[in-house]
């Protein structure tokens, strides 16, 4: 029985990373979709593959989440706090999805194992929850948009000996390669968490585990990068053309500055959320142009995704759990 619940989970995780991948394609392609500088038959396929190798390129953000964040129970009562995590994070990035809101799987997925790991009688480490869940949460954003700004600006002064035309034309090279390393930062990232959930639900099936196995973190790996291919296209349209006007020049400032972020906080296993980073980079590089520029009930309505998030797969998890406690 346990053996299969294990298996259940597993199922669940590689869902959950195909459903990371699908929700969160706009962070790689919205801005190179919307200032037509790659279209979606290359862009998605570039996105996933690009994903896949960097899901595989570390394992640190893997080992936060499954060995640091949460204590959790062995046998059947782990495992039914891993799958009622998955099952209120992935619930929730389908509500966002339909939505159009750019919201985070991370946070979306770390919610849901605190949740369920305080209904399961578990422990969460606050003190790691703190360091490298809330302090990056918030300060990524803030530093994304921050260096778009600059960097932007820096941009715009470069090039005023030329047509702005000129510049854009330029700029739509760099801009794919620029959306090339924010899909690889995005597989770094977010690839590896689907890794640390499986670890947790190895080590809750009593099995030894040393380090990420190899085929957990190909198969993570392979599940981001197929969601990432099908791509879901409502909330790459907010990103690209709701928050704010959108061309090769400004996707290329806000895309460089999310790849920097999320690179670096990786090195330090810090499971920051590329939807956050890249959301705040892009209205960074447009706000050069004028506040008015971002759209603020957009804008409103994302905060509020964002807010809520975490608090709302936390509770679902805890719900999913304790049911599925009272039927068993």
Known sequence: MQDTLLVVVVVLALAFAWMNGFHDASNAVA????SATLTARVALPLAGALNVVGALLGVGVAQTIGTRLVDVPVSSPGLGLVAAALV????????????????????????????GALAAGG???????????L?????????????????????????????????????????????????????????QKT??????????????????????????????????????????RTLGRRVVPVDPVSGFAAESVSAVVLAGTAVFQAPVSSTHTVTASIMGAGSTRGRREIRWAVVRR????????PFATALGAAVLYMAGDLVA
């Not at 801005?31 to 919307?34: D, F, K, N, V, Y």
């Not at 809101?101 to 849901?112: C, D, M, N």
């Not at 422990?123 to 869940?133: I, K, M």
């Not at 890794?195 to 599940?223: H, K, N």
Request: charged content about 10%.
């Open 88 to 115: 209120a994070a992935f619930g929730w990035n389908v509500v966002t999805w339909s939505l159009g809101l750019p919201s985070s799987s991370s946070h979306a997925l770390i919610g849901g194992l605190s949740g």
């Open 123 to 133: 422990a969460v480490q606050l003190g790691v929850v703190r360091d490298l869940v």
């Open 135 to 191: 302090v990056p949460m918030v300060l990524s954003p803030v530093v994304g948009f921050a260096l778009a700004w600059l960097l932007m600006a820096a941009i715009i002064r470069s090039v005023r000996e030329v047509t702005y035309g000129t510049a854009r034309r330029r700029f739509k090279i760099a801009q794919t390669v620029s959306a090339s390393a924010v899909a690889l930062g995005h597989g770094l990232q977010d690839g």
């Open 302 to 309: 994302i905060l509020l995704a964002w807010v809520l998030t």
């Open 195 to 236: 890794m640390g959930v499986i670890v947790i639900a190895l080590a809750a099936g009593g099995r030894a585990v040393d380090g990420v196995p190899l085929w957990v973190r190909v198969a993570a790996a392979v599940a981001l990068g197929a969601g990432t291919v099908v791509g879901g296209g409502r909330i790459i």
């Open 31 to 34: 801005t190179s979709l919307s």
